[in-house]
């Protein structure tokens, strides 16, 4: 987690125990907002909290942390956080992985196949990013670490949808259970975008439904990457995001934010460098370490 965390500066706020003054609202809202919460959630956090902490004559510090981690797991908890991955015999579950240039997407699919393959479940890997020629190499490079195999374009500047369906090929003739396909990461056009998307998802659907698009965040980004992905978001047919980077950062309130925000559950979260360091989102689990 975070060096910094919402529960040090809780700790620092409430030394002992003793009952509430109206300066703590303020000092909580700070917080809140140092968490990059963002103005919205954090105003709704604290009116939520307040009006639990209304129904007592009196709450003391400890009482407020309790009803701050209930409230903060009941607004997550809200979002359905389940990777659908299941694959029916002779087809794939296909996971369509999608983001800006930058937030660690080539990463995160060798950490997320790692995911996969540590449950006993094969992986291919695409890579249907065709436009720059490293991040093929780098893809490849990640996949291997995590026990998946990959395909790679057949000639420079392939079709992206062309190198998707040669995965989902590969993956029905081979038994392989999950498919993941990297997309390109360039916002060149809103049009461009959900162009190449669609058809991607077009292709791959003659083959095999596609289970997932997830769509890759980088919590240290905190609004402005939620601006960039908007077009994805928009375009993509996005149903589930992962949220990279919360490590050595103080902005895992950017997880509250970006679901509210969005609509959109985060089903996975990355929280170190490691091949190991993608964990599937546990509501209960994130506030437990947020407030720790």
Do not use: Y
């Not at 149903?239 to 950017?254: H, Q, W, Y």
């Amino acid at each position: 987690m975070a060096s910094w965390s919402l529960g040090k500066a809780l700790k620092s706020m409430f030394a002992e125990a003793r009952d509430v003054v109206d300066t703590d609202w303020d000092d909580l809202e700070d917080s809140l907002l140092t968490a990059d919460f963002g103005p919205a959630v954090t105003d709704s956090v604290i009116s939520s909290v307040r009006a639990v902490a209304d129904r007592s004559a009196r709450i003391d510090t400890d009482d407020l942390r309790r009803i701050l981690g209930e409230v903060l797991e009941e607004r997550l908890a809200t979002f359905d956080s389940t990777l659908h991955l299941s694959s029916q015999p002779g087809v794939p579950a296909v996971v369509l992985v999608v983001g800006v240039n930058g937030v660690g997407k080539t990463t995160t699919i060798g950490k997320f196949a790692k995911f996969i393959t540590t449950r006993g479940k094969s992986v291919v890997v695409g890579a249907a990013d065709t436009f720059r020629a490293a991040a093929v190499d780098q893809l490849a490079t990640w996949a291997q670490r995590g026990g998946a195999t990959i395909v790679r374009p057949q000639h420079d500047g392939q079709d992206p949808a062309s190198v998707a369906f040669q995965t989902v090929e590969s993956a029905i003739a081979s038994g392989t259970d999950i498919a993941i396909i990297d997309t390109a990461g360039r916002l060149h056009t809103k049009s461009g975008l959900m162009d190449e998307l669609t058809k991607i998802r077009r292709v791959v659907e003659k083959q095999a439904p596609i289970s997932e698009v997830l769509l890759v965040l980088d919590a240290t980004t905190g609004q402005n990457g939620l601006m960039q992905a908007a077009a994805f978001v928009e375009s993509a047919g996005v149903t589930g995001l992962v949220v990279t980077k919360l490590d050595g950062s103080a902005r895992a309130g950017f997880i509250f934010a970006v679901q509210e925000q969005t609509g959109l559950p985060i089903k996975l979260v990355g929280q170190g460098e490691g091949i190991d360091d993608l964990t599937g989102f546990t509501p209960h689990v994130f506030v437990q370490q947020l407030l720790a």
